[in-house]
């Protein structure tokens, strides 16, 4: 199983993560009072039989992007040779960085490049590490193997990074391109170019792509007891029933499938997910998932994170989630940032609260997602 997948506006935690898709982007830290019911999760899976699996401790999000403020440029040049059906970066230098080391005045700044929205393994690419410097030259090439038309469909992100040996590595900015708009054939645009580093892509703008839908349906199922006394537990059943149109990547068939986790439990064995569905942009799941220990009151404090994947054998690509939920931005008095609910998730997910044993359903539309990373 991979690892990790850098979600957008992920803050790197090592430069030796594994930028695999298959799981996650919040930095997640455990935190000492977690809530007795939903630290003891199980969940179950499929279509017709249900089986349990424990549940696991549970984390809150404590990752952070640096207070550094964003400075500088970077000098670098993009053009696609079509005998080797290859898209050339050619990253060059910055100048005038952001120190890291305030009290010295310097960084070991690093130039990391993705292809949007393919941000799995494949897609990145980095430059070596420049020691004590905050204005390092590179001069290197970094290739990406694409042919022409696909490469219409991506942008290019290229961020300028701290490597910290011991700590979380430090943002120190971003440029972005459009390569749909890019003018291949404008020798100018083959030159190197000064940019000026920016502060991270708002999320925003990044959910303004059409990145599909989700057809679902939610239900909350007190468990029933002996006698007045009302329930004390509960369990959320998840349908996951079909997306429709999800985004083509490569120009390709997806061969997609979905994760499910309820936050803020990121254990591993707390995940879930669905087969596979191959060689459709509108698949269909008709699955079931069921997680119990529930408390009415945790229904407050907990999200549905769905995450919709194309699968490959090398790397999962992230295509698009939802997070259903109240929306509050806290969840046990913690402030998080993944309960972030959209006012049409919020509804689902009220609407489910307020019917217990009843089926609710809805089509909500996909969204990028920083996405809870898995603990142990």
Request: a positive charge; hydrophobic letters at 35%; aromatic letters at 8%.
């Amino acid at each position: 199983m991979s690892k990790s997948v850098p979600a957008f506006l992920q803050d790197e935690s090592d430069d030796r993560e594994t930028d695999t898709a298959s799981e996650s982007s919040y930095q997640l830290g455990r935190h000492k009072k977690s809530p007795s019911s939903l630290t003891n999760l199980s969940s179950s899976s499929g279509m017709t039989s249900l089986s349990s699996v424990s549940g696991s401790a549970m984390s809150v999000y404590s990752g952070d992007f640096g207070n550094l403020d964003i400075k500088g440029s970077v000098q670098f040049a993009i053009d696609y040779i079509d005998s080797l059906m290859e898209f050339h970066v050619f990253v060059a230098q910055c100048k005038d960085l952001a120190a890291a080391d305030v009290k010295k005045q310097r960084s070991d700044p690093y130039v990391k490049t993705y292809l949007l929205p393919d941000k799995g393994k494949m897609g990145k690419k980095k430059t070596l590490v420049m020691k004590k410097t905050l204005n390092p030259v590179y001069n290197e090439i970094l290739r990406y193997k694409i042919d022409k038309q696909s490469l219409k469909n991506q942008k290019l992100n290229l961020s300028v990074w701290h490597r910290d040996t011991f700590k979380r590595n430090s943002f120190l900015g971003e440029v972005e391109l459009d390569l749909e708009t890019w003018d291949w054939d404008n020798k100018q645009n083959k030159q190197l170019k000064w940019y000026p580093l920016n502060r991270r892509t708002a999320p925003v703008a990044l959910e303004a792509e059409n990145r599909g839908e989700m057809k679902l349906a939610l239900q909350y199922v007190p468990d029933p007891v002996s006698g007045k006394k009302p329930a004390t537990t509960g369990e959320v059943h998840i349908w996951v029933k079909e997306c429709i149109d999800l985004p083509h990547l490569r120009g390709n068939h997806l061969n997609s499938f979905v994760k499910c986790t309820i936050l803020p439990d990121t254990s591993r064995k707390s995940r879930q997910k669905t087969r596979a569905v191959g060689k459709t942009n509108n698949p269909i799941f008709n699955h079931t998932m069921v997680y119990d220990g529930f408390r009415p009151e945790d229904l407050k404090e907990a999200c549905v994170e769905l995450t919709v994947w194309d699968h490959h054998k090398l790397t999962n690509q992230f295509l698009g989630g939802l997070r259903i939920g109240f929306g509050t931005g806290k969840s046990y008095e913690i402030e998080v940032d993944w309960m972030d609910s959209t006012p049409a998730e919020i509804s689902l997910w009220e609407r489910m609260v307020n019917s217990p044993n009843t089926w609710i359903e809805d089509i909500l539309p996909l969204r990028m997602l920083l996405i809870a990373k898995l603990t142990k």
